[in-house]
């Protein structure tokens, strides 16, 4: 089998035509290469009716090209230093579904990633004696420009269905970036931030309670600051993460006037394992702020000076 000439396009690893074809010969990309692969016939046979377009994994780029070309997608990025509760967050939502809960305004409809989903979630379960549940590890560190992203397909009362992308990165770029926005090690958190329409920013108040609060407290400073430098008026929200453990009160002030000066927009909501729903409030407010798209803003024309002859715009221009 030859190699399609559509870069996106992973019809020779198994996947079906990223343009939609059923027979992936029938596609002009792929016929445009087709003519450079006719020496051997063995190559010309099709098993496409085995294939299916996603394997169940983490998402990449080339998987968001496709989905973003089915339909209205949103975008949310999950920040925060290393082990602040970002993958928990996503198995706990994901549990959520499972056993039946429902958000109030959305219904799930379905997921291209449930084998990620599954990966994840399967810490939570009790598999056998010798694994009781534990949360999920660490997400590794690598030097992917893109985070593994989880997918999403929710339809709102309204009967509008769109796809929901989250990002589940190492907690280590955020922090690097957070110190040098063009850093080579953090330009997978640089593209989060560019790319997200809304997001959600982890405080672990675990660690901001303990012996390391002096650590945390930086490192979560530090990303909301670098955050409110580019976020504008997209949704953000500050989860307070592991709130069965209380920071002191000077730290939590310290950290919301950090927020309220940089992300003045943002909301605050605290999660726990010990209350499961908490988890799917966070998820659904920041939904309901992502789902509708907000306006632009108006341009206004700065006036520069009062003169009749400077302020002529042409005989076009409202009066």
């Known amino acids: 089998m030859g190699r399609c000439s559509n870069p996106n396009c992973f019809v020779d690893e198994g996947d079906t035509c990223c343009m939609g074809e059923l027979n992936h010969e ?6 445009r290469n087709k003519k450079t692969n006719n020496s051997d016939p063995e190559e010309k046979e099709s098993n496409f009716t085995f294939r299916v377009p996603w394997s169940s994994s983490a998402l990449g780029c080339s998987d968001l090209s496709r989905l973003y070309q089915q339909g209205p997608s949103i975008f949310i990025g999950l920040l925060g230093a290393q082990n602040t509760g970002k993958t928990t967050f996503l198995a706990a939502n994901y549990l959520q579904l499972l056993s039946g809960e429902k958000y109030n305004n959305f219904e799930f409809c379905g997921s291209q990633t449930l084998g990620a ?4 979630a399967s810490w939570a379960r009790i598999n056998n004696e010798k694994q009781m549940p534990s949360f999920p590890p660490h997400t590794p560190r690598g030097v992917d420009r893109t985070p593994g992203i989880l997918h999403f397909v929710l339809q709102d009362v309204n009967d509008k269905i769109k796809n929901i992308f989250l990002t589940d990165a190492p907690g280590e770029w955020f ?3 957070a110190i040098d926005v063009d ?3 953090a330009a997978g958190a640089k593209w989060t931030a560019s790319q997200s329409d809304a997001f959600l920013i982890f405080a672990d108040c675990e660690k901001l309670a303990g012996e390391e609060r002096s650590v945390a407290r930086r490192e979560l400073r530090t990303i909301i600051e670098r955050l409110g430098e580019s976020i504008g008026s997209r949704p953000a929200v500050l989860v307070w993460a592991k709130s069965d453990k209380q920071p002191t009160e000077a730290i939590k002030r310290a950290i919301q006037s950090a927020l309220e000066r940089n992300i003045p927009h943002a909301k605050e909501f605290e999660v726990t394992v010990e209350d499961p729903a908490s988890f799917a409030r966070v998820f659904e407010s920041v939904l309901n702020e992502a789902w509708t798209p907000k306006f632009c803003e108006p341009i206004t024309e700065p006036i520069m000076g009062s003169s009749s002859f400077l302020a ?8």
């Open 117 to 120: 989903w599954e990966s994840i």
């Open 175 to 177: 922090t690097r970036w």
């Open 312 to 319: 002529f715009r042409g005989h076009h221009a409202k009066s």
């Open 26 to 31: 029938d596609c002009p990309s792929w016929s």
């Open 183 to 185: 850093a080579i090690d």
